[in-house]
Each structure stands twice: as structure tokens, then as C-alpha cells.
Nanobody, 121 residues
Framework: QVQLVESGGGLVQAGGSLRLSCIAS????????MGWYRQAPEKHRELVAQ???????KYTDSAKGRFTISRDNAKNTVYLQMDSLKPEDTARYYC???????????????WGKGTLVTVSS
């Protein structure tokens, strides 16, 4: 099993910054994508940012120019630097990875339990 543990959420005023971290541990052969999703109350979970093992990055439109995703492959860690936060960024942020536990296994999606980000106006 692969475990994901997020940290770095909290309460911040609009215009402020937060940095989320997520560490993957457990039985890991390889990790392809790592990323962040978020889910606000009564809304669907949506992709915020994603980075592949080769460094290709994807952002949702609302995150472009404000959020920066990065990754430390040696530490199986992904970060999300969030600047110029807005009240509409308030949500639970979930770490996601697509990883293999063994060489011969197909990749599987894994999720963290989430960290709450609250942006006050």
C-alpha cells in the first residue's frame, strides 16, 4: 500500500499564502503523477495542479499564475505553493498519486485524507 500524508493547510486571509506538502510512503516501486485536488462544500472534487515524474505540469485555470506545484522525486514529496489566495480557494485539498507497488503491477490511484484550507475575506 502507498500512503499519502498532507500538511500545511490552515486559515489565511485573502491575499495571503500557504504551502502544502504531501509525502508518499509505503511500498513504492515507482510514482508517475503526483498532484493536488480540492473539494469545496457541495462541489465536485477538481484538479488543482499535477506534475509527472518527468516534470510536466498541468494547472486548472483558476490556479495559473498564483499556484506553483513542485516535486522532490528523491523524497517522494509534492508541494503546492499557493499565493494570492482568494476566498473561493477555500476547500479541502487532497494529495493524489498514480503509483506502482511492484514492477509488474499496473499503476493505481492513491489519495490522502486531505488538508483544509480556509481563506477569509
Amino acid at each position: 500500500q502507498v500512503q499519502l500524508v498532507e500538511s500545511g493547510g490552515g486559515l489565511v486571509q485573502a491575499g495571503g499564502s500557504l504551502r502544502l506538502s504531501c509525502i508518499a510512503s509505503g511500498r513504492i516501486w515507482s510514482i508517475n503523477t503526483m498532484g493536488w485536488y480540492r473539494q469545496a462544500p457541495e462541489k465536485h472534487r477538481e484538479l488543482v495542479a499535477q506534475i509527472t515524474s518527468s516534470g510536466s505540469i498541468k494547472y486548472t485555470d483558476s490556479a495559473k499564475g498564483r499556484f506553483t506545484i513542485s516535486r522532490d522525486n528523491a523524497k517522494n514529496t509534492v508541494y503546492l505553493q499557493m499565493d494570492s489566495l482568494k476566498p473561493e480557494d477555500t476547500a479541502r485539498y487532497y494529495c493524489h498519486t498514480h503509483a506502482k507497488e511492484t514492477e509488474f503491477q499496473y499503476g493505481v490511484d492513491y489519495w490522502g485524507k486531505g488538508t483544509l484550507v480556509t481563506v477569509s475575506s
